[in-house]
């Protein structure tokens, strides 16, 4: 099943993380710890390798690239309006809503669309990445010094931004790419090598601080972040999407931008600024496994109507 060849290696990652704490290997605080080395070290590099080799050239489509934009500010307001009513005053709004509009998209999504479409056809899911990513990081900080500042000063939200080492790792990644940047082989194989590392960590530390226990706290919190995330923004969008007549790779990547199950750099976010690390883990968990039957649907109902053209068709 498709959905179960790229989720299955998040899941036995996460489980030896969860073994490890369990067999006293590591303890909660030094999985703790990596988690930190994991946010300001190997994401960071992840994310500029990730937009340093995207071709932003190939298969261009500005009003694919326009409707992904509209898309993510759309969810992020309407998750907004929504946790906040539902959940009024709750310290886990920041994490519920960054549930719900935050992807995997670099991981989960980039390994779907490939495998649906083929590797000549990466060319407006990798512009996704390069523009998308960033966007994901910027709005994710935002919302956590908005709901972990009690003087929610303006001035502390820029300066959260300026410094977060996501936000900058966007930067320099878009900078290298206006600049034309070549990086030497063996500098470039460092980078790359040092990128592989963030997401098997990240899962790690997940697993290793995962509570089983905890589940029935957050039982309301976690059914709305598996319900918006994996039912009702890619309902909402990608069926906006068929009908203003995307087609092909550019539908491809625009459903599993919206279909993805939630980031695992949410977790590692939520953790390093204050938020719940505990809900945003099980989020992440939750939706990755789930995202394995809605992946498969979505796919399905799609490539039966003709409307992703599969590499396999």
């Given at each position: 099943m498709l959905g179960m060849k790229v989720i299955l290696p998040l899941i036995v990652f996460m489980g030896l993380g969860y073994l490890f704490r369990r067999a006293g290997l590591a303890g909660e605080q030094s999985f703790r710890e990596w988690n930190k080395i994991c946010f300001r070290c190997f994401l960071p590099v992840m994310i500029f390798f990730n937009?340093?080799?995207?071709?932003?050239?190939?298969?261009?489509?500005?009003?694919?690239?326009?409707?992904?934009?509209?898309?993510?500010?759309?969810?992020?307001?309407?998750?907004?309006?929504?946790?906040?009513r539902l959940f009024p005053g709750s310290k886990n709004r920041s994490v519920v809503i960054q549930g719900i509009y935050r992807s995997n998209f670099v991981?989960?999504?980039?390994?779907?669309?490939?495998?649906?479409?083929?590797?000549?056809?990466?060319?407006?899911?990798?512009?996704?990445?390069?523009?998308?990513?960033?966007?994901?990081?910027?709005?994710?900080?935002?919302?956590?010094?908005?709901?972990?500042?009690?003087?929610?000063?303006?001035?502390?939200?820029?300066k959260g931004i300026l410094?977060?080492?996501?936000?900058?790792?966007?930067?320099?990644?878009?900078?290298?790419?206006?600049?034309?940047?070549?990086?030497?082989?063996?500098?470039?194989?460092?980078?790359?090598?040092?990128?592989q590392i963030a997401t098997p960590v990240a899962l790690l530390c997940l697993g290793g601080t995962f509570a089983f226990s905890k589940i029935s706290a957050y039982?309301?919190?976690?059914?709305?972040?598996?319900?918006?995330?994996?039912?009702?923004?890619?309902?909402?969008?990608?069926?906006?999407?068929?009908?203003?007549?995307?087609?092909?790779?550019?539908?491809?990547?625009l459903m599993v931008m919206l279909a993805s199950p939630a980031a695992v750099s949410s977790y590692t976010m939520a953790c390093e600024m204050k938020g719940n690390g505990e809900l945003a883990g099980m989020i992440v968990v939750f939706t990755s496994v789930i995202s394995v039957a809605t992946i498969f649907l979505w796919v399905l109902v799609l490539n039966s109507l003709g409307l992703l053209q599969a590499a396999w068709d």
């Open positions: 937009i340093y080799q995207s071709n932003l050239r190939a298969d261009f489509d500005g009003k694919v690239l326009v409707f992904a934009i509209a898309a993510v500010f759309c969810v992020f307001l309407s998750s907004v309006f929504l946790v906040n991981l989960f999504g980039m390994e779907v669309t490939k495998t649906i479409c083929g590797e000549n056809q990466m060319g407006m899911a990798s512009i996704l990445v390069a523009v998308i990513i960033p966007m994901f990081n910027v709005l994710a900080v935002c919302l956590f010094e908005w709901y972990g500042s009690e003087k929610r000063n303006r001035r502390d939200i820029l410094k977060n080492p996501l936000i900058l790792a966007s930067v320099f990644g878009i900078l290298a790419k206006a600049a034309h940047l070549q990086l030497p082989k063996l500098a470039e194989n460092i980078v790359r090598s040092v990128s039982r309301k919190e976690l059914i709305l972040s598996c319900l918006g995330r994996l039912a009702i923004v890619p309902l909402i969008f990608v069926t906006a999407a068929v009908l203003l007549g995307f087609r092909g790779s550019s539908l491809t990547a």
